[in-house]
């Protein structure tokens, strides 16, 4: 944290200067000043609800006993307010980590208030949570509902990231959001990826088609690298994935993309940029883990008691 802290810190600085050498030396020791004040009442109290207004006058105290307050104006907004925003928003984050690399190590999301004034100011929230304590913080902090506020940003801490956070990048309900990390957290690696894949193919990017899909992995051939619906038939034949088997004698007259042409329509299976998906588990076999309406129930404890302990605790905004 105080390694993002400096380099906020250097950003502002660098933007401040002025034709009189001695005004500018008085300008970044305010500046400077005040943020260093900030930061260490952040980490000792996090953030209160009078922490920004504290700061601006602080740093007005500041810039006016060293007589540069006229000069230090400019600065004020869309440099001084970003910069605190930046070092407040970090802070901001429930639940409270111990970790200062947490932004690169977490999944999470970036929650704004539908109310917030200000564009810039935002929390974090660390999914995932347990559903109960993760209600009561919001409504701690004025969000009734989960849907009281927009989310700016999702975050995912693995090799799946970009694509997944595509996927997720129009889901707004926050406990919804919150089951899917939890379904997704119990997935191995190789299926993360299969979900990855299959989502894509199989245009699953609703919050019910997602989450169902985690719960019927099992059931799907996903194979990656497939060019054209030629190339498709090539692998089916190979791998004897067709309803009939063909000869080696009858391989060299094969009219491959025939096969695979008839394979897709008959299986409802799916080649989506170089990706197939065939799901060869029959529709009534499906799991279905949610109705789209209410979220099923979980807890952490399980998951932390079976892998020696896991997630994580508490702090208001």
């Known amino acids: 944290m105080r390694e993002y802290f400096e380099e906020q810190k250097r950003l502002l600085l660098d933007q401040v200067s002025s034709r009189n050498p001695e005004v500018e030396r008085k300008l970044k020791k305010a500046f400077g000043a005040a943020?260093?004040?900030?930061?260490?009442?952040?980490?000792?109290?996090?953030?209160?609800?009078?922490s920004e207004e504290r700061f601006w006058k602080q740093l007005s105290q500041m810039l006016s006993d060293c007589g540069c307050l006229q000069h230090g104006y400019r600065y004020f907004e869309n440099v001084a307010d970003k910069v605190?925003?930046?070092?407040?928003?970090?802070?901001?984050?429930?639940?409270?980590?111990?970790?200062?690399?947490?932004?690169?190590?977490?999944?999470?999301?970036?929650?704004?208030r539908w109310d917030e004034g200000n564009s810039h100011k935002y929390f974090t929230l660390i999914l995932p949570a347990e559903p109960e304590a993760l209600q009561a913080y919001l409504q701690k902090n004025g969000i009734n509902s989960p849907q009281a506020c927009r989310v700016l940003d999702i975050h995912i801490a693995d090799s799946n990231r970009m694509e997944l956070e595509d996927i997720l990048s129009d889901w707004q309900d926050i406990m919804t959001l919150?089951?899917?990390?939890?379904?997704y957290g119990l997935l191995p690696a190789d299926e993360k990826k299969?979900?990855?894949?299959?989502?894509?193919?199989?245009?699953?990017?609703?919050?019910?088609?997602?989450?169902?899909?985690?719960?019927?992995?099992?059931g799907l051939l996903i194979k990656q690298g497939i060019r054209s619906v030629e190339e498709l038939g090539r692998f089916l034949v190979e791998n004897d994935l067709c309803f009939i088997h063909f000869e080696d004698d009858m391989l060299p007259y094969l009219d491959y993309t025939k096969i695979a042409t008839k394979h897709l329509?008959?299986?409802?299976?799916r080649l989506c940029v170089g990706i197939y998906v065939e799901d060869t588990v029959s529709q009534e076999e499906h799991i279905e883990i949610y109705d789209g309406v209410n979220l099923p129930g979980f807890t952490l404890a399980h998951e932390e008691r079976q892998e020696t302990q896991g997630f994580g605790g508490g702090m208001a905004l």
């Open 194 to 218: 299969d979900l990855t894949l299959a989502a894509y193919a199989l245009c699953a990017v609703t919050e019910k088609g997602l989450i169902n899909l985690t719960a019927n992995l099992d």
């Open 35 to 50: 943020l260093d004040s900030a930061f260490e009442d952040m980490k000792e109290n996090g953030v209160q609800p009078d």
């Open 178 to 183: 919150n089951y899917f990390f939890y379904r």
């Open 265 to 269: 329509k008959e299986t409802n299976s």
């Open 84 to 112: 605190y925003l930046a070092l407040e928003n970090r802070f901001r984050c429930w639940p409270p980590q111990e970790d200062p690399g947490w932004p690169d190590n977490a999944n999470y999301v970036q929650v704004q």
